[in-house]
């Protein structure tokens, strides 16, 4: 019996042990992950901390405010204040800031609850959340949502026995409708806009998106929104029960295409820091300089329906000739966007005709080469949607400009047609006639032997 006392005491020992690690461990699951109450999948995280000027802190639901109260500055900020809400409505987007408990229940039309202590009549706010309000085309896919705002909304005595989720985090609701579907739209209006509006939470916020595609949430942008946000995207469409916010952002902020103002911003965040926050959320590299290669990799983006090139195999078999590794890159496949942007950010030079395919320059190292492929009187959208936003980000960017012979348009109309010869004149007419024209009806046939010289240039930016 002496003989097993080590035994046993070596075995209780080891269960002893065995005990005390799953417990560390299940603390430590629980403490690194949002936790969640009994009703639901849904968060409660206490607000972290905010580190003020005068070396105070503050946390919790004032921290909180203070984050939302960041986002408006002037009148709007003193309307804060004063009410708990500030609504604005610009040219692009719609925007409602509440540092009040919102109540979102399961409605639909969506319909939020913004209580109120105030005798003030109640009033009713009606928000379309997604940058583009200018576009009746894109709103039309956008459901609005009604914020009712004042005391005795909702019927009952004490409206928080609505609450079948309670966050402790504010939420931002915006759209996936709109322009979905198609990549400068989704990076212009949404993403973009959401970094500018999340970014200085610091994934202290609870995504609720209406309009909800669930490609777009879960696969797509699933990177970049987990980036953004500690916790799950709601879908506000169809989660069926009531969740209330101790505050909430409604709509997205949007300064200009594929831009952003860093002066506009909290934490006056740049072009810059947005690449490398889309390098980070996709394991790419931005920053340093590109190698050189013994064979420079160029992707081309292939267009099958607009704005075709219809000589791209001629084009292909000379940038062969010249040395170059080719990719090329079809509409389908960007809807991979993970291993997509692996591949455009291992590239030297993006090269594509004006269109959605170059707004994927947001991936290229710094140093790296685009050529836009500028169509028959497309110049200015050509420089103000991709070329601005190339030189902004650091990149070395080239236009071809087609002759009106390379334009498709000229076999149909002839050299002294004004929709050849004088496109200001269609422009006049109004946008529907020159977009069916320029956008929608033309392809273009490349001068091989002049876009021969643009890409020797190309080669003399990257050092080859």
């Known amino acids: 019996m002496e003989k097993l006392e080590p035994k046993r005491r070596l075995i209780i020992a080891l269960t002893v042990g065995s005990i005390i690690f799953f417990v560390l461990v299940l603390h430590l699951l629980q403490e690194s992950s949002p936790s969640s109450n009994s ?8 607000y972290q901390g905010l580190n003020m000027k005068d070396g105070s802190s503050v946390g919790g639901e004032e921290a909180m405010k203070i984050d939302l109260r ?3 500055k002037g009148k709007d900020l003193a309307q804060l204040e004063a009410t708990g809400m500030s609504c604005i409505y610009d040219l692009h987007f719609e925007q409602c800031i509440i540092t009040k408990p919102v109540i979102i229940p399961a409605n639909e039309p969506m319909v939020v609850y913004v209580p109120s202590n105030s005798d003030q009549p109640p009033e009713k706010r009606t928000i379309q959340p997604y940058a583009r309000r200018e576009d009746p085309t894109a709103m039309k896919e956008v459901t609005p949502i009604h914020i009712l705002h004042g005391k005795n909304i909702t019927q009952r005595k004490n409206a928080s026995s609505y609450c079948e989720v309670t966050h402790e985090v504010p939420a931002i609701i915006f759209s996936t409708g709109g322009f979905i579907g198609n990549m400068f739209h989704e990076l212009n209006e949404m993403i973009i806009p959401l970094y500018i509006t999340s970014r ?65 911003i909290p934490e006056g965040h740049t072009m810059a820091d947005f690449r490398h926050f889309i390098g980070n959320s996709y394991n790419l590299t931005i920053s340093g300089p590109l190698k050189p290669k013994k064979k420079p990799k160029i992707i081309l983006i292939s267009r099958k329906e607009t704005r075709v090139i219809l000589n791209e195999d001629e084009m292909v078999k000379m940038m062969l000739k010249l040395g170059f590794e080719i990719h090329k890159a079809l509409a389908h496949d960007m809807l991979r966007l993970n291993h997509f942007a692996e591949l455009v950010n291992s590239c030297d030079v993006l090269v594509g005709a004006h269109g959605a395919g170059l707004t994927n320059e947001v991936f290229l190292r710094n140093g790296a080469v685009v050529i836009q492929i500028v169509p028959l009187a497309l110049d200015w959208a050509s ?5 601005n ?47 069916s024209l320029y956008i929608d009806g033309q392809n273009v046939t490349i001068d091989i032997a002049r876009f021969r010289g643009t890409l020797k240039k190309a080669l003399k930016f990257l050092g080859s």
């Open 383 to 387: 420089d103000t949607y991709y070329g």
């Open 39 to 46: 009703a639901t999948f849904g968060y409660s995280r206490k």
């Open 200 to 264: 200085h939470f610091n994934s202290q916020v609870q995504f609720v998106v209406t309009d909800y595609a669930d490609w777009w949430v879960s696969y797509k942008y699933k990177e970049i929104l987990k980036q953004l946000s500690a916790f799950d995207v709601l879908n506000g469409d169809a989660d069926g029960r009531v969740h209330c916010f101790p505050g909430a952002v409604f709509g997205l902020r949007y300064h200009d295409n594929l831009a952003l103002n860093s002066l506009d």
């Open 70 to 72: 960041r986002l408006v």
């Open 389 to 435: 936003t190339a030189r902004v980000m650091g990149l070395k960017y080239m236009e071809y400009k087609i002759k009106p012979k390379e334009s498709s348009l000229y076999d149909v109309y002839g050299p002294d047609d004004p929709i050849v010869s004088d496109p200001l004149v269609v422009f006049e007419q109004g946008y529907r006639n020159s977009r």
